[in-house]
């Protein structure tokens, strides 16, 4: 089966552009995540989903961060007005609803400069 | 809340040398505990899990054992490999099937 597919792999952008990342998690896999891990940390869970619906953005920097699943399939994750601090990989995972295990993308690789 | 604490590095080992990686995590509930790997250019790839106290979770060599008493997760494999470098990532499960993950802990192998 295919894995999860993100893109672009890289991306290098000034301060106070926008950037959008997308995410298309395995088939059938109900739950999305989108997490930032910053260089030399564990992955931070941004925003999780299931089917379309949000189950928690309680870490998501609402005043410039977005993401949308709007058919509970594909996923898009935006940042705008981008900051410098905003530089590190940005993780999609999905997994099966009874299924606590994660699945990965390998990510997005995001400059600020 | 809930976290999990990894054993700082990097670790840098011989091949064939014994590998121990610490992973300690927060007791709220009784969680799934995992060992995710990543390597270079790659995403995070579950490498095993446990569900339960006792239990004993293993993959290629791998072997992490459930210890509920000491809340603890520790990684080990008796003889490692080149090929066995990577960022190695404890994690434990939480509501709605998240997950928190540790701060990862880089092993080098030398030939």
């Known amino acids: 089966e295919a894995g999860v597919a993100q893109s672009p792999r890289y991306k290098i952008i000034e301060k106070r552009q926008s950037v959008a990342f997308w995410c298309n998690p395995i088939?059938?896999?109900?739950?999305l995540y989108w997490y930032q891990q910053i260089l030399g940390q564990g992955p931070k869970l941004l925003i999780q989903f299931q089917n379309n619906g949000v189950v928690d953005d309680s870490q998501l920097p609402k005043d410039r961060f977005s993401a949308e699943r709007l058919k509970g399939v594909d996923s898009t994750l935006k940042i705008q007005p981008a900051k410098l601090e905003d530089s590190a990989v940005y993780l999609c995972?999905?997994?099966?609803?009874?299924?606590?295990?994660?699945?990965f993308g390998p990510g997005t690789r995001l400059l600020v400069l | 809340g809930d976290s999990v604490t990894q054993m700082e590095g990097p670790v840098t080992l011989s091949e064939e040398a014994f590998l121990t990686i610490n992973c300690t995590y927060t007791a709220t509930g009784y969680p799934s505990l995992f060992w995710y790997v990543q390597y270079p250019g790659e995403g995070l790839q579950l490498l095993l899990k446990?569900?339960?106290?006792?239990d004993k979770g293993s993959n290629k060599g791998f072997e992490a054992t459930y210890r509920k008493e000491t809340t603890s997760f520790h990684l080990e494999k008796g003889s490692v490999q080149v090929s066995d470098s990577a960022v190695y990532f404890c994690a434990r499960g939480t509501n709605a099937g998240k997950s928190t993950f540790g701060d990862g802990t880089t092993l080098t192998v030398k030939p």
């Open positions: 446990a569900t339960k106290a006792d």
């Open positions: 995972a999905s997994s099966n609803y009874l299924e606590e295990t994660q699945y």
């Open positions: 088939s059938g896999h109900a739950t």
